[in-house]
């Protein structure tokens, strides 16, 4: 059959709540215009985050059942360690409540301060952490990510001159290389095994480590196989291994390809490192077998990676992200090409140009989703990654602006994707009328998180 299903059933639903345009108008305003700021019970179709937002299997909630919650060796942690083990090859493994937990670690032991972290793109959480440690965040994608229409298959690619560049110039400056997979903040678009196997190997000639921000594993060792030469007749289990192969360790969250609703963590092969993770791990998050994470989550997680390899569930996953996008084609929007693995990215800088970058457009845009039916979205440009920048005191502009419609995993079906389309191309006929935004009230740092804004 050519038509590709939902593989699975459902067996417990959750009812959402309908609200009228006044009553959202009226929410939005007391929310200072940031979706962030509203009640999930006041939100139609969730598509802020695929970030914790998936439904677990009956497997894992199996799994909840049987957790071991023993202080110290829970069953759990072993049955954790060893599918982390089995599909990272990483020796030491540290337990941790969310991915940048793992980042904190990492950089933290790494020490930053002063130096540069390289990356293909930093995602917000991994920039902020490097930022607040005193580290420079470098972002080299490669060129082609840059051109949101543009189709390329790898636009999560890092850039492999730039980083050679960076390497001759400044080796002694750089703690680490960090390559997102698949590149979140960039478009959700996947890098190539080759350009990983390039980054890894420029990174072990000049001694620098060489780490993934994994998060999205599957989804990115899925679209090798589907994209890349040579790795068709692979299984995306064996494509996860060569992947992680390459590194010298990874952050995880396992809210994303975990298909779990907390967890994460952090993976290497230096021992002197690992004992100094562990340390700190002990001392903020929890003790090594469990990390920030209760028994039943560790054996939740376990089961979802085994589960997220499953190429059933890859190519709906994949598919139903797609239809997303091409729906929102037809409906006029510019969006990055080709759709990502967990999310489509509008270019709302295109879609609405008379907005100005520091008027925010795709946060314009985020607005009238939910105004007009009840979607929240999130900005991913200048609202997200602008502020003051410390170095030369200036508004900093993002490159892009764009427009995040994630897509939580096992959640929705096809009809709540017509929905959205559907409440996308009335927001569509009315383009013209949109206006910007400006920031009444904003936190040092992760601004968009918490910022009170003001229609202009
Ligand atoms: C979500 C995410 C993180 C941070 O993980 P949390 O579990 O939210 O702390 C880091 N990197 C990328 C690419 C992500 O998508």
Redesign the pocket.
């Known amino acids: 059959m050519e038509r590709i299903i939902e593989p699975f059933r459902i067996k417990a639903v959750e009812p959402l709540r309908m609200t009228s345009p006044e009553e959202r108008r009226q929410i939005l305003e007391a929310a200072s215009w940031n979706l962030f700021r509203i009640a999930a019970e006041d939100i139609l179709i969730d598509l802020l985050t695929d970030?914790g937002t998936g439904a677990m299997s009956a497997e894992q909630w199996a799994g909840i059942m049987r957790g071991d919650e023993s202080y110290a060796g829970a069953r759990s942690w072993y049955r954790f360690r060893d599918r982390v083990r089995e599909l990272t090859g990483f020796q030491h493994i540290i337990p941790t409540h969310?991915?940048?937990a793992a980042e904190r670690i990492l950089f933290s032991c790494l020490g930053v301060r002063d130096r540069i972290v390289v990356s293909n793109t930093h995602?917000d959480?991994?920039r902020a952490n490097v930022e607040f440690l005193g580290g420079r965040p470098v972002d080299i994608p490669t060129p082609e990510a840059l051109t949101p229409d543009e189709v390329y298959p790898f636009k999560g690619n890092i850039d492999l001159g730039a980083l050679k560049r960076i390497l001759a110039d400044s080796r002694d400056e750089v703690a680490c290389v960090i390559h997102?997979i698949t590149n979140?903040s960039g478009g959700g678009q996947p890098a190539s095994m080759a350009n990983i196997r390039s980054a890894s190997e420029i990174c072990r000639a000049s001694g620098v480590p060489f780490f993934l921000?994994a998060?999205r594993f599957a989804e990115n060792s899925y679209f090798i196989k589907v994209r890349e030469e040579g790795f068709e007749d692979r299984s995306v289990e064996s494509i996860a291994r060569e992947t992680f192969s390459l590194a010298d360790g990874a952050t995880f969250?396992a809210?994303?390809d975990g298909l779990t609703n907390i967890g994460?963590f952090l993976g290497s092969n230096d021992d002197q490192l690992a004992q100094q993770e562990e340390a700190l791990l002990i001392l903020t998050e929890g003790f090594p077998t469990y990390g920030g994470m209760a028994g039943r989550d560790l054996e939740a997680i376990a089961v979802g990676l085994y589960e997220v390899v499953e190429e059933d569930y890859l190519r709906y996953r994949t598919a139903s992200v797609a239809y997303l996008g091409e729906g929102l084609t037809e409906a006029g929007y510019p969006i990055v090409q080709p759709p990502g693995g967990h999310a489509i990215y509008i270019d709302a800088g295109a879609f609405l140009p008379e907005i100005e970058p520091l008027e925010f457009p795709a946060h314009a845009l985020a607005c009238e989703l939910y105004l007009e039916g009840g979607i929240r979205s999130v900005e991913i440009g200048t609202l997200m990654f602008g502020g003051v920048d410390p170095a030369t005191g200036e508004e900093r502009v993002a490159p892009l602006e764009l427009l995040r419609l994630a897509v939580p995993r096992r959640v929705y079906t096809k009809s709540h994707i017509d929905y959205v389309l559907e409440v996308a191309q009335a927001v569509a006929e009315r383009r013209r009328e949109v206006k910007g935004y400006r920031i009444v009230e904003e936190p040092p740092q992760l601004r968009h998180f918490t910022a009170r804004l003001a229609p202009l």
């Open positions: 970030s969310q991915g940048r995602f959480t991994t997102t979140n921000d998060c969250s809210k994303k994460g």
